[in-house]
């Protein structure tokens, strides 16, 4: 039979070639068209398990940290403070369904992601929740040290040599090596945290992110005042997430978040101190990134000498400006809403809110500093980034400010809103139809070139998703998506106290509820009008 073969393939080379050929054209062409999917959850690893006992999978522990990973350390301490029965298991190998360390197994179940985690051990525990109105805020002020402070200080932590050489003591390396790996490491690591935090929060000078930082740590010294912590005398998950983050910067080695707690947030120290001697927590250690030897021989000759930066400040649009005037530079405006992108509706209302002069500009192709929409210019000024452009509106046009503990919890519901919820609306809105309808009547061209596209934009526009929300916030499924969309959406109802969020005022964190809600809602028929009207 090889014979056969071979003498078929000797006498016939091209038709063999061109066989060969149309596989793979075939097989690529099913492998492009075949939507991202999530994983199975996989099989567990601890058969002869006790029941009620919670088999935390993390990475082996260290001396001078509680834990280099937020996330496990979070996990650790919900169990030790509600008495809940765990064992922890060390391991470098073993990775959840989303391919992430930690994850939990529970009577024979295997859960991923510190969130889903919480979720599910506040659940079958039974641990109390705090009234509605604090509990709103608590998952508020949750999702903002989650997915909005974690990507700051991360960009702090890996920014220094001793984050990588602690990285390389873990793995047992050579102390005579250790000099020659670092800067390997620290453009594969790097460049990995620095591609994680952009997708998550964006991109931003030395500055922007230093003022970002301290306006989220302001928020947790507003509402931690002189109590013992957040929300009392008792810890609360809220708690645990808010210094697990902190810890696991602070306690390893010394960086310039060690100098900005030390120097402006002298009671946030405090806080950390206090959790840290309630718990009697035992330093734990942890590898925070695994080597891919791929990545690594890959990232060495494409990107070893490339330092990731944030790109130059382009020139502006409206070189013949009006003073005070804001160009607010968006995507095309669509029939039933004002945009499909939730950061533009934002700042358009936020600019109406508050009767700031303003002018927009409709453009399907400029980009910001960072390649997103929208941008505005003010002054000859560029101004990437919602987040960026609504500090810089609010201290040009003196936008008054809520009284401070309001402030806090206003910050903290955008945070929610702007860096978590809106990966669980995008997720919605990628799966409907009624999406790329709305989409691609703003792109200009003959209909049937764009039922020609429809396939193709879908399939890309899914596998972005799919990796920008698995990037920032985890990779869910159907349900838990659902899950984690309904416990937001019921923070912010619960929230509500007047007309608006804060009384009978619009707000800017009004202005962000209300750009990610409606850019869901409005659009065409979905299932998120269908599941939350």
């Not at 690591?189 to 994680?196: D, F, R, T, V």
């Not at 008792?234 to 390893?252: H, N, R």
Request: charge should be neutral.
């Amino acid at each position: 039979m090889f014979d056969e073969a071979k003498a078929f393939v000797l006498s016939r080379p091209l038709t063999f070639l061109a066989s060969a050929g149309a596989v793979y054209v075939a097989y690529k062409i099913k492998k492009f068209f075949t939507l991202p999917s999530i994983k199975p959850k996989p099989g567990i690893h601890k058969f002869d398990y006790k029941p009620d006992t919670v088999y935390l999978y993390q990475f082996r522990r260290l001396k001078n940290c509680p834990n280099m990973s937020p996330f496990c350390m979070k996990i650790e301490i919900i169990c030790r403070v509600y008495g809940i029965n765990y064992e922890v298991i060390e391991n470098a190998k073993l990775r959840s369904r989303n391919g992430t360390l930690l994850f939990i197994e529970l009577n024979g179940e295997h859960i991923s992601d510190s969130d889903l985690i919480e979720i599910r051990l506040r659940q079958h525990f039974k641990i109390p929740s705090l009234p509605s109105e604090q509990e709103a805020h608590a998952t508020a002020l949750t999702r903002m040290a989650d997915n909005h402070l974690f990507h700051i200080l991360m960009r702090y932590h890996c920014a220094d040599n001793i984050f990588y050489k602690t990285f390389l003591e873990l793995l047992d390396f050579n102390p005579y090596i250790i000099p020659l790996a670092i800067p390997f490491m620290k453009q594969i690591i790097g460049g990995q945290i620095y591609k994680n935090s952009t997708s998550a929060i964006g991109d931003f000078e030395p500055e922007e992110l230093d003022e970002l930082l301290h306006r989220d740590l302001k928020v947790f010294e507003t509402v931690l005042e002189d109590k013992k912590f957040l929300f009392g005398d008792q810890i609360t998950p809220v708690d645990d997430a808010f210094f697990s983050q902190l810890a696991a910067v602070y306690y390893p080695f010394h960086t310039h978040i060690t100098e900005v707690l030390e120097k402006d947030f002298p009671k946030i120290l405090e806080f950390c101190e206090r959790v840290k001697s309630a718990m009697i927590l035992e330093i734990i250690a942890i590898i925070i990134i695994v080597l891919y030897l791929l990545k690594l021989i890959f990232w060495i000759f494409k990107t070893f000498f490339t330092t990731p930066s944030v790109p130059s400040t382009p020139k502006i649009h409206k070189p013949d400006f009006q003073k005070d005037v804001v160009y607010l530079y968006q995507f095309p405006r669509t029939n039933t809403v004002p945009n499909l992108s939730s950061y533009c509706l934002k700042i358009e209302t936020f600019l109406r809110a508050f009767k700031i002069p303003h002018e927009i500009i409709e453009t399907p192709s400029l980009r910001s500093r960072n390649g997103t929409l929208p941008f505005v210019e003010l002054n000859g000024e560029h101004i990437p980034d919602s987040d960026l452009i609504e500090t810089k509106l609010r201290e040009h046009f003196h936008v008054p400010n809520l009284a401070p503990e309001l402030e806090a919890q206003a910050t903290a519901i955008s945070r929610l809103v702007d860096n978590h919820l809106l990966g669980l609306i995008v997720k919605y809105k990628a799966s409907e139809e009624g999406w790329y309808d709305a989409l691609l009547r703003g792109v200009p061209g003959p209909n049937f070139l764009k039922t020609i596209l429809r396939p193709i934009i879908k399939k890309l526009f899914m596998s972005k998703v799919h990796a920008r929300v698995g990037l920032s916030i985890g990779s869910f499924t159907e349900e838990e998506t659902e899950l984690l969309c309904h416990k937001d959406l019921v923070a912010v109802q619960n929230s509500i106290r007047g007309k608006f969020l804060f009384g009978d005022k619009i707000t800017s964190a009004d202005c962000a509820v209300f750009g990610e809600v409606a850019s869901a809602y409005y659009p065409f028929p979905n299932k998120f009008q269908k599941n939350y009207r």
